[in-house]
């Protein structure tokens, strides 16, 4: 029989972040169940790959102080690229609520102590990037130090230097329950056979209700469809240009390779565990890019190189972080809402933090992200999500 001092499942860019910092910390014996023969075939492989600090709350502006810098230095500390480019985010105002939105944000940022975000006036944005269209843009705000990584690279890197340290991978693996005795967590049942252990930690994603259910624990995790579209390559507007977001809309891109990638969230999408690009996004969003930037009329887009990935939706945005109090043993990574990836290294320090020692200084106050808030009605509202 095979035991192990932490179960893992899920092995996109959190689990293996969650197993990076277990190993990092001495923790010895970790298992990493993924269900597909290769990770980041979930999520992690088809998110756009944002990171930013600009966020509403303080839980999130703190997540990003901490996983930001370590993207930054990445690659020296675990001798594999997470391909992180300080580009920076540019959110881009269009009526005065958004102005007074951004300066409230701003504000709070600036107290949380992000030193490299800065508000804009409509003149600055302009002369920064002289192809938007920006004579309805008043203002906005602008973080030197948000920009982008390669997920798939960066999840590589994790579990690459987590196996390094000792971390076993098991893929294409299926978990089929979750064992309990009168301590709590005992085992975990997979398709290799049962796994004693009395530590899992669901990092299942968008899956993760399915993962809860073997439990018993009703979690509220829904899949929801983004679909992103690349162009071809593009030289009319410069590479070195930050992520966009038209706030009239929440039209968003950056660039990707030679060309750009596009995003915007259809308000019509329902949640469910569709992954089919629907080719009519492809016009929906070249109409907003040529609105922003009118030189984006002519941008070259294949509709059969577009994707569409699952965000992992909570009911207030915000993760599901820590300890299941009705399941001893059970941890929860979930719920990102769209800010996995740029949140995993966070999560992971956090989740080694909890499950080692029972507290972490990585957030002020964790207790906000726990799994009791929902039955409590203590919901954090995010409203700076994409």
């Known amino acids: ?9 899920g092995g996109g860019i959190v689990g293996s972040s969650i197993a990076w910092h277990l190993m990092e910390a001495g923790c010895k014996n970790v298992l990493v169940i993924e269900r597909e023969i290769s990770q980041g075939k979930g999520s992690t492989g088809k ?16 997540m990003s102080l901490f996983s930001i810098p370590f993207y930054a230095a990445f690659d020296e500390r675990l001798g594999h690229p997470a391909g992180y480019r ?14 007074d939105y951004l300066h409230a ?20 944005i302009k002369s920064m990037l002289p192809l938007l269209r920006s004579d309805d843009i008043l203002g906005g705000s602008f973080c030197s130090t948000d920009g982008f990584v390669d997920p798939y690279s960066a999840m590589n890197g994790f579990m690459a230097s987590a196996i390094e340290h000792g971390a076993m991978l098991w ?5 089929t329950g979750i064992s309990q005795d009168a301590k709590g967590i005992s085992g975990v049942e997979t398709s290799r056979g049962h796994v004693a252990t009395r530590t899992v930690v669901n990092a299942a994603g968008a899956w993760a209700a399915q993962v809860a259910k073997f439990v018993g624990v009703d979690l509220p995790v829904e899949p929801m469809r983004r679909m992103l579209v690349p162009s071809e390559p593009f030289e009319d507007f410069p590479q070195s240009a930050p992520m966009i977001i038209d706030m009239s809309n929440g039209f968003h891109f950056r660039p990707e390779g030679r060309g750009f990638l596009m995003a915007w969230n259809d308000p019509e999408e329902t949640t469910g565990y569709n992954t089919d690009f629907e080719p009519a996004f492809v016009e929906k969003v070249l109409t907003f890019a040529a609105d922003r930037v009118p030189i984006f009329e002519n941008l070259p887009v294949n509709p059969k190189k577009a ?10 945005h915000h993760a599901i972080l820590g300890p299941v109090r009705a399941v001893p043993g059970l941890f929860l990574a979930n719920g990102f809402s769209g800010h996995g990836v740029m949140h995993a290294p966070a999560t992971g320090k956090i989740l080694s933090d909890l499950i080692l020692t029972g507290k972490t200084e990585i957030v002020a106050d ?15 509202h995010e409203t700076a999500i994409l």
């Open 47 to 62: 998110s756009m790959g944002g990171v930013r600090a600009q966020f509403s709350t303080s839980v999130n502006i703190q």
């Open 86 to 99: 300080p580009q920076g985010y540019l959110f881009a105002a269009t009526k005065q609520s958004h102005l």
């Open 105 to 124: 944000n701003f504000e709070r940022q600036t107290t949380l102590g992000l030193k490299t975000a800065r508000l804009l006036a409509a003149g600055e």
């Open 307 to 316: 994707w569409a990935g699952l965000y992992e939706m909570s009911p207030d």
């Open 366 to 380: 964790v207790e906000v992200l726990n799994f009791d808030r929902f039955d409590q009605g203590n919901l954090l």
């Open 171 to 175: 893929k294409k693996t299926d978990v």
């Open 1 to 9: 029989m095979q035991t192990a001092g932490v179960v893992i499942i």
